[in-house]
Structures are given as C-alpha cells and as structure tokens.
C-alpha cells in the first residue's frame, strides 16, 4: 500500500497533542484556515462515536500562491490537511497529507519545489512534536 501521509506518534493527551500540533505548524509559517471536529460531526450527522480527532487545514500562503501560479487547479487540494486523532487516554497520532503524494495529482514539475518546501516543513512540525518536552 502506498503511504499518503507524513505521522508521528506522541505521548500527550488529546488536547495538548491539539495545541502542541498548532504550535508546531506556527513555527513552521503554517496557519490553520479550517478546522473540522470529526468525531463531533460523524456523532451529529450519523450518530456514530470516533475517538476525539480534528482535521486542521493548515496553510502556509507564501507555498499556496505559488502552487497556485504553476496550476490554479491545485486550489482543489489546499490547504495541507493535518489529522490529530487520540488513540488513548495519553497517546495522540497526529497525521499530514503528504506533499509529494499530493504532486501526484499535477502533471507539473514546477510544483516539485513548493511541494519539496511543505514536506519539510510539516516533517519539522511532526519531529518538534516527538521532541521530549520540559516535562518529560
């Protein structure tokens, strides 16, 4: 099976992992344009339980206007989803769509650099957030 995404596994609860997540992608440049709560929303739509888990659509605008520039199509795709799921009480997964999967879809090598520049930023984000913390 091909591997879609960027992962890493964190000891820290749900909602730390949460701001932990957006803290890491902060510093990398990247902001959060949407945020979806999926487990609240498969319970409202479909009355169904998922463990706590959030959809972050993070963008970084400097890589999104110039994919924009090379294909406008791309606009589909953005911003670069990052799933923080909670596997147990002290255990969060947290998971970003990986670029170069996402180039996948584009017939344009123009886009190799923008895509090169997110994927090391989210995989900078991801390994700041396996980082042993000051209270570890």
């Known amino acids: 099976m091909t591997t879609y995404t960027l992962s890493v596994e964190i000891a820290r609860p749900y909602a730390e992992a949460v701001d932990a997540t957006r803290a890491a992608l902060a510093e990398q ?6 945020e979806i709560d999926l487990a609240a929303t498969m319970k409202a739509k479909l009355d169904v339980d998922l463990p706590p888990q959030v959809i972050l659509g993070a963008c970084r ?7 924009i520039q090379v294909d406008p199509s791309i606009a589909a795709v953005l911003p670069c989803n990052v799933v923080v799921r909670s596997l147990d009480d002290s255990t969060t997964l947290v ?3 990986d670029p ?3 180039m996948g879809l584009s017939d344009s090598g123009a886009l190799d650099s923008v895509a090169a520049d997110a994927k090391q930023r989210l995989t900078a984000a991801l390994a700041a957030l396996a980082a042993p913390t000051e209270e570890d």
């Not at 605008?61 to 994919?67: G, I, N, R, S």
């Open 61 to 67: 605008p400097p890589l999104a206007y110039e994919a």
């Open 29 to 34: 440049g990247f902001g959060i344009l949407t």
């Open 95 to 97: 998971e970003a769509f």
């Open 100 to 102: 170069d999967a996402m």
